[in-house]
């Protein structure tokens, strides 16, 4: 049969080790498939995609029998252990090495898409005349298309029609439309998005430049322009709300939406034939406090169960081993026992937690290769919202489902990466054409929504910002260009709580201006602490997202405990002395909480007692810690709650130790070295030290008004 078809395809051929290839291909590279490529394909896998992804025309040399790597693989691993771009290199070797070649290992080149397609539906015959592929049922002639998929022009394809070969899977010979323009009228950055020619792409986002748009006209555009299967397109949203805003703007056609928590449910009730119920919070906390080490009795003010808790989400979602995450923390002792036993008691159950929806998603499809491969017919085209946000686990759970092609369309913007507590990196969105191999990138430049004044400071402070995207920003043609609409309050380090009541107040002062209309945002929620407090205190009505638990994050319980210490000087409560205990890391063996507990309040001076009892070792331990214990209390008799705070932060090291929690990715939503920070900028508001602690209790006690300043 004449061979390969219109030059633009870039059809390649199969042929058997050492065979000539036709001559068609005569100058093609040569791919070799054998014994050491199935051992270690990964290399060889990257050069097939390259090729398959630019149409580039290949030789594939089959040095051993297809069907060694025909049937997907099978990995019973734990997901922890592995990187977000791991894969089992089967899924993609076998669609590599077929979706876009002939097979000439018997001779005569034989086009298999042209044999399935003509089984599809009466009437379409294979052909061999070169003019095209089959015959569709009405008579005209059509090409089965390999490639990444794409509309074709009639000039393109030598006036034959078109159909794709995930259309011949989907039981339908459905042309493949003409190149057409998006409909909506787009700025030229979102139409260049939203018309991404084929394979995946990468859209930079920045706020207020129309992301939402662009992710719902380019569905629109796969649906309604290019014909796509709406069993094979799905759009991910990150939460319920931008699920429902998709679904809202997409009433015309009713694209398939998930969020990333649905999706990994859905995978697990298409395995299992029924949905798996979801546990509410308080089952888990029962849960984890049935398997947590015995000997931890609850102490007043703080939450032993929330670091287990949170160090499950780490593992789970940020995919870190569990021995690492107990060893990088100072207040989840046993955790790594607790992981698989906490896990074996959900699935006797047969519910799940929240993040057990995706992990335990990517453990079935690492696990069971067929089911795998009947997924990935549903996921063909993944459109990927907030994709800075996504931890480790989410990253690979999409890769599992979007295999062989990875056609993934993903927008997001690395500026915006707000929840590093989980593994969510910006380098998924920076290094994405490592993780989607020839993805496209489609930058929208321009902020539809602030004024001039408000875009060009926001350029100026993101591009601090060391690991980023680069990236222009510009407000657009429309924007406000009022002067005044930006204004830059200076005010001392620990005085900010004070600049914004005083920045609220004299606009609330103005004729009209209710506190409804007050925003007050901070890079964390921490942060919001100051304000929060500050504004009660100034008799300004708030209606805040901080809560009282906020001050059971692991920095706020270790600082407060420190002020209790401070406070009580000669009587410190052991219970507050075994909270500070790790805050910094001493080193102190496992039985010295038991020991202090023996007694409900200590002096610095017994303390030292014990020091003198114990191996010289950990005498050592102990008479460090006494000393750090004397300065705590020394300020508090001389000094205000800062000064304290201060002497805790610097001098004991506290901050130091929750630099290094950051860091090893233990912070629950923002920094544990913000909440100091968060502390500090309230500490002027109380300064007596006996006194703080209870005071900032009884402001979060009061009521949240819904007309307040948000």
């Known amino acids: 049969m004449p061979v390969p078809g219109p030059a633009a395809f870039g059809r390649g051929v199969v042929v058997s080790s050492g065979a000539a290839p036709p001559a068609p291909w005569s100058d ?12 270690d394909p990964a290399a060889t896998v990257v050069t097939l995609h390259d090729a398959w992804a630019r149409r580039q025309p290949i030789v594939v040399a089959l040095g051993v029998d297809p069907a060694r790597f025909r049937h997907p693989e099978s990995i019973d691993t734990e997901p922890w252990r592995l990187a977000p771009d791991a894969e089992p290199w089967s899924d993609r070797l076998h ?3 077929w979706a876009n070649t002939y097979d000439a290992r018997a001779g005569e080149p034989t086009w298999w898409w042209g044999v399935k397609a003509a089984r599809v539906a009466d009437g379409a015959t294979a052909r061999a005349d070169g003019v095209a592929d089959i015959t569709l049922p009405g008579g005209a002639p059509a090409w089965i298309d390999g490639g990444p998929r794409r509309p074709w022009s009639l000039d393109d394809t030598d006036g034959a029609e078109v159909v794709h070969s995930e259309s011949v899977e989907a039981g339908t010979l459905a042309t493949v439309p003409a190149p057409v323009e998006p409909s909506a009228p787009l700025a030229v950055d979102q139409l260049a998005a939203v018309g991404h020619m084929a394979g995946p792409s990468r859209v930079i986002a920045p706020a207020g430049s129309g992301k939402t748009r662009v992710l719902t006209e380019r569905l629109r555009h796969l649906h309604r322009d290019r014909g796509y299967e709406p069993a094979g397109v799905l759009a991910v949203a990150y939460n319920k709300q ?13 694209p398939r939406v998930r969020t990333l928590n649905s999706l990994g449910l859905w995978v697990l009730a298409e395995h299992r034939r029924r949905s798996p119920a979801v546990v509410n919070e308080r089952d888990v906390r029962d849960l984890v406090e049935s398997l947590m080490p015995g000997g931890r009795p609850r102490r007043s003010n703080t939450d032993p169960i929330g670091p287990y808790v949170e160090s499950l989400s780490l593992i789970r979602l940020g995919l870190v081993d569990p021995d690492v995450v107990e060893a990088m923390r100072d207040d989840v002792p046993g955790l790594a026992a607790m992981f698989p036993e906490y896990r074996r008691r959900l699935a006797d159950r047969g519910v799940v937690d929240f993040d057990e929806q995706i992990y335990s998603a990517v453990e079935t499809l690492l696990r069971d290769g067929p089911f795998r491969r009947s997924m990935q017919s549903t996921c063909r085209h993944l459109l990927v919202d907030e994709f800075q946000d996504l931890t480790p686990a989410h990253v690979l759970m999409l890769r599992l489902l979007a295999l062989p092609a990875l056609d993934v369309f993903g927008v997001g913007d690395d500026d915006q990466c707000i929840y590093g507590h989980a593994g969510a990196d910006p380098a998924f969105l920076i290094d994405y054409a490592g993780l989607f191999p020839g993805a496209v990138a489609h930058p929208l430049n321009v902020n539809y929504r602030c004024p001039v004044e408000v875009v060009d400071g926001a350029r100026t402070l ?28 200076e005010h ?9 009541v005083d920045v609220v107040s004299a606009w609330l ?40 638990d906020v001050l059971e994050r692991t920095g706020m319980r270790a600082a407060l405990a420190y002020l209790r210490i401070a406070a009580s000087s000669e009587a410190m409560a052991a219970g507050d002395i075994v909270e500070i205990l790790r805050r910094p890391t001493r080193g102190l063996p496992q039985w010295f909480p038991e020991r202090l507990h023996r007694r409900a309040r200590w002096s610095v001076r017994q303390l030292r007692a014990v020091a003198d009892q114990v191996t010289d070792k950990d005498g050592h331990k102990v008479h460090r810690l006494a000393d750090d214990l004397h300065v705590v209390t020394d300020a508090g008799r001389a000094g205000t709650t800062r000064d304290v705070l201060e002497t805790v932060r610097d001098d004991v090291g506290l901050g130091s130790a929750m630099s290094l929690l950051d860091r090893t990715g233990g912070g629950q939503g923002s920094s544990h070295l913000d909440d100091l920070e968060g502390l500090l900028g309230v500490a002027d508001l109380h300064p007596d030290v006996g006194g703080f602690e209870q005071w900032l209790r009884d402001v979060f006690g009061r009521a949240v008004d819904p007309d307040g300043v948000t």
Do not use: C, W
């Open 509 to 548: 002062a103005e004729p009209g201006v209710e506190p409804v209309s007050i925003a007050l945002l901070a890079r964390v929620n921490s942060l919001l602490l100051a304000p929060h407090v500050a504004l009660h205190v100034a008799g300004i009505p708030v209606s805040s997202v901080l809560r009282p």
């Open 492 to 500: 001392a380090s620990d005085a900010a709580a004070t600049a914004a």
């Open 462 to 489: 993101l591009g601090y910002n060391h690991r980023r995207v680069a990236k222009a920003i510009t407000a657009g043609p429309d924007n406000d260009t009022m002067a005044g609409t930006l204004r830059l309050v």
């Open 95 to 97: 669609f590599l090495v």
């Open 242 to 254: 931008a699920q429902l805003e998709m679904q809202a703007r997409t009433t015309d056609f009713r």
């Open 28 to 39: 093609a590279p040569v791919v070799t498939i054998d014994d050491d490529v199935l051992a």
